[in-house]
């Protein structure tokens, strides 16, 4: 039973007071969480309440970066959380795990970060761990380079607007689709998975 579902641990009223002195002192943050909101295991009220957090804070907060699914992907925020078609306003970064699941090749990925004090993401580079490949090999694992994002979905730059425009090609575009799945997996058995695009 929990009878404050909004901020059962004062974690939200926490992050507020953070991302106010970080907004009167001029500095920028990035924010490290392990659930991301929207997913199953996050308290759908608390999620919309982060959800209001991150947009009221928005030019304060360059990037938001989560783990917990196992997956590569990314979500965007909205100025209008039930709008997708308003201002696309923050990014939402889900790292790889290099735990190994059914389908799943270990990955982990390195974020470079623009130099000086804005800190905003200018690439990442997602590297993995080829299990079919590494088997009973008596010789050391070799992680692959399995993509950079900036380069391989042509984005102009990592901003909220680019993610954006990503989502449309990856909704329209069969071949990028296919693309942002086999890197979602990170490339496990992805020739034998059946791909619904529709």
Same mark, same amino acid.
């Given at each position: 039973?929990?009878?404050?579902?909004?901020?059962?641990?004062? +974690?939200?009223?926490?992050?507020?007071?953070?991302?106010?002195?970080?907004?009167?002192?001029?500095?920028?943050?990035?924010?490290?969480?392990?659930?991301?909101?929207?997913?199953?295991?996050?308290?759908?009220?608390?999620?919309?309440?982060?959800?209001?957090?991150? +947009?009221?804070?928005?030019?304060?907060?360059?990037?938001?970066?989560?783990?917990?699914?196992?997956?590569?992907?990314? +979500?965007?925020? *909205?100025?209008?959380?039930?709008?997708?078609?308003?201002?696309?306003?923050?990014?939402?970064?889900?790292?790889?795990?290099?735990?190994?699941?059914?389908?799943?090749?270990?990955?982990?990925?390195?974020?470079?970060?623009?130099?000086?004090?804005?800190?905003?993401?200018?690439?990442?580079?997602?590297?993995?761990?080829?299990?079919?490949?590494?088997?009973?090999?008596?010789?050391?694992?070799?992680?692959?380079?399995?993509?950079?994002?900036?380069?391989?979905?042509?984005?102009?730059?990592?901003?909220? +607007?680019?993610?954006?425009?990503?989502?449309?090609?990856?909704? *329209?575009?069969?071949?990028?689709?296919?693309?942002?799945?086999?890197?979602?997996?990170?490339?496990?058995?992805?020739?034998?998975?059946?791909?619904?695009?529709?």
């Amino acid at each position: 039973l929990r009878i404050n579902e909004t901020d059962p641990d004062g +974690t939200l009223s926490w992050l507020v007071a953070e991302l106010k002195q970080a907004e009167h002192d001029g500095h920028y943050v990035h924010i490290l969480s392990h659930i991301p909101p929207g997913n199953d295991e996050c308290i759908e009220s608390w999620a919309r309440n982060y959800y209001k957090i991150i +947009t009221r804070f928005s030019k304060t907060i360059q990037a938001q970066f989560f783990g917990h699914i196992h997956v590569d992907s990314f +979500t965007v925020f *909205y100025e209008n959380m039930n709008d997708d078609s308003s201002a696309p306003i923050s990014v939402l970064y889900t790292t790889p795990s290099v735990t190994t699941f059914e389908y799943l090749n270990p990955a982990f990925r390195i974020y470079e970060i623009e130099p000086g004090t804005n800190y905003r993401v200018v690439n990442f580079h997602t590297y993995f761990l080829n299990l079919t490949q590494v088997g009973m090999n008596t010789t050391p694992p070799v992680w692959e380079l399995l993509y950079s994002a900036k380069e391989e979905y042509n984005l102009n730059d990592l901003s909220p +607007t680019s993610w954006d425009l990503l989502i449309n090609k990856i909704v *329209y575009e069969k071949s990028t689709y296919d693309r942002f799945v086999r890197y979602n997996y990170t490339y496990q058995r992805y020739i034998g998975l059946t791909v619904i695009h529709t």
